[in-house]
């Protein structure tokens, strides 16, 4: 049985919490893994990842799942902050031993992926995302015309699913910045954030969904280019994160359980 601990303050001043879900045998050589939620930076919650909480403590990993501050009333750079914070206050618990920064792992959701991207330039964590979104700039450039929409189908009587997926990309995209900025975009992408501590990495994503494919080809090659190892697995379809997180969930811990293995015996 999964023991769930709710409700743990992080951060006092934001009053930012976390819940966290303990497997049933706990040791010092416990497994860590932090979960981030999606939702576009406007939505979203701990309390809706439960039953993967729950999924992953059965798994074998203490699962820690924070929420962060959400867009509109907080705009970028709010949830990267928290996302920081957030380990911070994880490594300096009671929930942690001296060493146990080489057990912690990440999955991140959506935009809860690239948050762990942005965790694991800075901590080295061995990650795996699922639709993690990396560029804002150039898509913003290059889609001037779309019409931001969080529900394009219903407002904008949209029938494509991609002219869908477009809509929604730019509105969430628009929401998170706070306003049309182009300097806050690029301070967005992924490309731009510190990687010089990033580890093992793999990236999940569908040919056709909400996350531009060009965009994370481009983001792999950056990547390539600065000699960092990645694993991109590109999914047929247009499912988007979650809708494909329980087909794929036992290929991202068996890529998680091997890295920490490697790095143990290092």
């Given at each position: 049985?999964?023991?769930?601990?709710?409700?743990?303050i992080?951060?006092e001043?934001n009053?930012?919490?976390?819940?966290?879900?303990?497997?049933?045998n706990?040791n010092?050589q416990t497994?860590?893994?932090i979960?981030?939620?999606?939702?576009?930076?406007?939505?979203?919650?701990k309390n809706?990842?439960?039953?993967?909480g729950?999924?992953?403590?059965?798994?074998?990993?203490?699962?820690l799942?924070?929420?962060?501050r959400?867009?509109?009333?907080?705009?970028f750079?709010?949830?990267?902050?928290?996302?920081?914070?957030?380990?911070?206050w994880?490594?300096d618990?009671?929930?942690?031993?001296d060493?146990d920064q080489?057990?912690?792992?990440?999955i991140?959701?959506?935009?809860?992926?690239?948050?762990?991207?942005?965790?694991?330039g800075l901590?080295?964590?061995?990650?795996?995302?699922?639709?993690?979104?990396v560029?804002?700039?150039?898509?913003m450039?290059n889609?001037?015309k779309?019409?931001?929409s969080?529900?394009?189908?219903n407002?904008l009587?949209l029938?494509?699913?991609?002219?869908?997926?477009?809509?929604?990309?730019k509105f969430?995209?628009?929401t998170?910045a706070?306003k049309d900025?182009?300097?806050i975009?690029?301070?967005m992408?992924a490309?731009?954030?510190?990687?010089?501590k990033?580890?093992r990495?793999?990236m999940?994503?569908?040919?056709h969904?909400?996350v531009?494919?060009?965009g994370?080809?481009?983001?792999?090659?950056?990547?390539?280019?600065?000699?960092?190892?990645v694993?991109?697995?590109?999914?047929?379809g247009?499912r988007?994160?979650?809708d494909?997180a329980k087909d794929?969930?036992?290929?991202?811990?068996d890529?998680?359980f091997q890295?920490i293995?490697e790095?143990?015996?290092?």
């Amino acid at each position: 049985m999964v023991v769930i601990k709710k409700d743990i303050i992080y951060d006092e001043n934001n009053n930012l919490k976390t819940d966290i879900y303990f497997p049933n045998n706990t040791n010092s050589q416990t497994k860590i893994l932090i979960f981030w939620h999606g939702g576009g930076w406007f939505a979203g919650s701990k309390n809706d990842v439960k039953n993967w909480g729950i999924k992953l403590a059965n798994a074998g990993f203490m699962t820690l799942i924070p929420d962060y501050r959400l867009a509109p009333t907080f705009t970028f750079p709010a949830a990267y902050n928290d996302s920081k914070k957030f380990v911070e206050w994880l490594l300096d618990s009671e929930y942690t031993d001296d060493n146990d920064q080489q057990n912690i792992v990440q999955i991140g959701a959506s935009v809860g992926g690239t948050q762990a991207l942005y965790i694991a330039g800075l901590y080295g964590f061995p990650t795996v995302t699922w639709s993690a979104s990396v560029d804002f700039s150039n898509w913003m450039k290059n889609h001037q015309k779309v019409i931001p929409s969080r529900y394009g189908a219903n407002e904008l009587h949209l029938t494509d699913l991609h002219d869908i997926f477009e809509s929604f990309y730019k509105f969430f995209v628009m929401t998170y910045a706070g306003k049309d900025d182009p300097v806050i975009y690029k301070q967005m992408d992924a490309q731009n954030y510190d990687f010089s501590k990033l580890g093992r990495l793999k990236m999940i994503n569908s040919a056709h969904e909400l996350v531009p494919l060009d965009g994370v080809l481009n983001f792999i090659a950056f990547l390539a280019n600065k000699d960092h190892e990645v694993e991109l697995l590109v999914i047929k379809g247009h499912r988007h994160a979650m809708d494909y997180a329980k087909d794929y969930l036992d290929e991202s811990l068996d890529f998680l359980f091997q890295t920490i293995k490697e790095k143990k015996n290092d």
